[in-house]
């Protein structure tokens, strides 16, 4: 029979594999954006990352040399070059951006007014005219080139040693810990309370904690801040600790009064008749049995509020000494609005404390689990 203790499920398959699908689509973009931090300007723009790993294929043209570059030969102006760079091979060349593989290396093309081009399989080229070339900015010939896989550091050098992104780390980390602790240790007493204490008005309080799950976060943003500007705390530490509490508390409270509603009544009775205060029950009993769900909220909480950038700008401002990482990164971007490199490795580097956290946090979860699990 099936769904009965100790059989199991036929449904358990497909858990698995809807299991296994999700942490396929989290992974593999994550990934796509570690390799991708890692490669410079013109493999992006030519590529996928999932090309990264072989030679790739690229287009591009280089410009000839002027008239003062010219030397004569015999009764012929020549000018001479190189179509590719070390580590390049040159697979085809042209005169035309439509066609930048139009002919094979080794070949030879007249392109206007006498003018002779030669492309060598080496990728130099030979370019004669019979009379001077009067052109400024040099001819273009188009190439069609493989270059073989290649990785740089480059990007993680500019974006770690670029102006104010120290201090941002730091702001950051400033504003992360305290908005990470302070809901916690606030919705553990209020969760015990709704859940185990019996007081007029719990199931009004109840109702008024899920009512400001719905509230948009934005709707709030500028009353709270002009009460913060009433009261004398304006923009600074304080104020964004408040905020983020504020915004986490309703979530905070609901999981954890849910999760602590659900523990053995027994345990808590018991302790109850041999004495125990409920401030003792609370920090002996109930934290312990809780801590899969203090650490599943730490985790949302942590993630919300290092990767925040409305609240961070409202709350805290946007100059060098107050920026956070995420406001640091986007002033970094934009004056490189181009340069994708620098996007991918910017991301990177701001989801990689989030990651370590997420992971350092999974294996006290599971802890926490089995130690709940087993008397």
Same mark, same amino acid.
């Given at each position: 029979?099936?769904?009965?203790?100790?059989?199991?499920?036929?449904?358990?398959?497909?858990?698995?594999i809807?299991?296994?699908?999700?942490?396929?689509?989290?992974?593999?973009?994550?990934?796509?954006?570690?390799?991708?931090?890692?490669?410079?300007?013109? +493999?992006?723009?030519?590529?996928?990352?999932?090309?990264?790993?072989?030679?790739?294929? +690229?287009t591009?043209?280089?410009?000839?040399?002027?008239?003062?570059?010219?030397?004569q030969?015999?009764?012929?102006?020549?000018? #001479?070059?190189?179509?590719?760079?070390?580590?390049?091979?040159?697979?085809?060349?042209?005169?035309?951006?439509r066609?930048?593989?139009?002919?094979?290396p080794?070949?030879s093309q007249?392109?206007?007014d006498?003018? #002779?081009?030669?492309?060598n399989?080496?990728?130099?080229?030979?370019?004669?005219?019979?009379?001077?070339f =009067?052109?400024?900015?040099?001819?273009?010939?188009?190439?069609?080139?493989?270059?073989?896989?290649?990785?740089?550091?480059?990007?993680?050098?500019?974006?770690?040693t670029?102006?104010?992104?120290?201090?941002?780390?730091?702001?950051?980390?400033?504003?992360?810990?305290?908005?990470?602790?302070?809901p916690?240790?606030?919705?553990?007493?209020?969760?015990?309370?709704?859940?185990?204490?019996?007081?007029?008005?719990?199931?009004?309080?109840?109702?008024?904690?899920?009512?400001?799950?719905?509230?948009p976060?934005?709707?709030a943003?500028?009353?709270?801040?002009?009460?913060?500007? =009433?009261?004398?705390?304006?923009?600074?530490?304080?104020?964004?600790?408040?905020?983020?509490?504020?915004?986490? $508390?309703?979530?905070?409270?609901?999981l954890?009064?849910?999760?602590?509603?659900?523990?053995?009544?027994e345990?808590?009775?018991?302790?109850?008749?041999?004495?125990?205060t409920?401030?003792?029950i609370?920090?002996?009993?109930i $934290?312990p049995?809780?801590?899969?769900a203090?650490?599943?909220?730490?985790?949302?909480?942590?993630l919300?509020?290092?990767?925040?950038?409305?609240?961070?700008?409202?709350?805290?401002?946007?100059?060098?000494?107050?920026?956070?990482?995420?406001?640091?990164?986007?002033?970094?971007?934009?004056?490189?609005?181009?340069?994708?490199?620098?996007?991918?490795?910017?991301?990177?580097?701001?989801?990689?404390?989030?990651?370590i956290?997420?992971?350092?946090?999974?294996?006290?979860?599971v802890r926490?689990?089995?130690?709940?699990?087993?008397k």
């Open positions: 029979m099936e769904g009965m203790a100790g059989q199991k499920s036929s449904l358990t398959w497909s858990v698995n809807a299991a296994l699908l999700l942490v396929i689509l989290w992974t593999i973009p994550t990934f796509g954006l570690f390799v991708s931090s890692f490669r410079d300007r013109d +493999q992006i723009s030519t590529s996928g990352w999932w090309k990264s790993f072989s030679a790739q294929e +690229q591009g043209f280089v410009r000839t040399g002027t008239d003062d570059d010219a030397t030969d015999g009764g012929l102006y020549v000018l #001479e070059g190189s179509l590719v760079t070390e580590g390049q091979d040159l697979i085809g060349w042209g005169t035309s951006a066609r930048p593989a139009e002919f094979a080794g070949s007249t392109i206007e006498g003018w #002779e081009l030669t492309v399989e080496d990728g130099s080229y030979r370019l004669t005219s019979p009379t001077p =009067e052109m400024s900015r040099g001819e273009r010939i188009f190439t069609t080139t493989t270059a073989p896989a290649k990785f740089t550091t480059a990007n993680y050098t500019r974006v770690l670029a102006d104010g992104i120290g201090r941002a780390f730091i702001n950051t980390a400033t504003v992360t810990i305290p908005a990470t602790i302070i916690i240790l606030i919705a553990a007493f209020a969760a015990y309370a709704l859940a185990w204490m019996r007081f007029p008005g719990r199931a009004l309080i109840m109702a008024v904690v899920v009512g400001l799950l719905v509230v976060l934005q709707v943003l500028i009353p709270l801040l002009r009460f913060h500007n =009433e009261i004398g705390i304006g923009k600074g530490y304080l104020g964004i600790w408040l905020a983020h509490t504020g915004f986490g $508390l309703p979530l905070a409270i609901y954890l009064r849910s999760y602590m509603a659900g523990l053995p009544r345990v808590i009775e018991s302790a109850r008749v041999d004495g125990a409920e401030f003792q609370f920090r002996k009993i $934290l049995l809780s801590f899969p203090l650490a599943s909220f730490s985790i949302f909480q942590f919300w509020t290092w990767n925040d950038l409305l609240v961070a700008t409202v709350f805290l401002g946007n100059t060098d000494e107050q920026r956070v990482m995420t406001a640091a990164l986007r002033e970094m971007m934009g004056s490189r609005g181009g340069e994708w490199e620098i996007l991918a490795t910017s991301a990177f580097i701001s989801i990689s404390v989030p990651l956290v997420f992971f350092a946090m999974q294996r006290y979860l926490g689990l089995l130690a709940g699990s087993v």
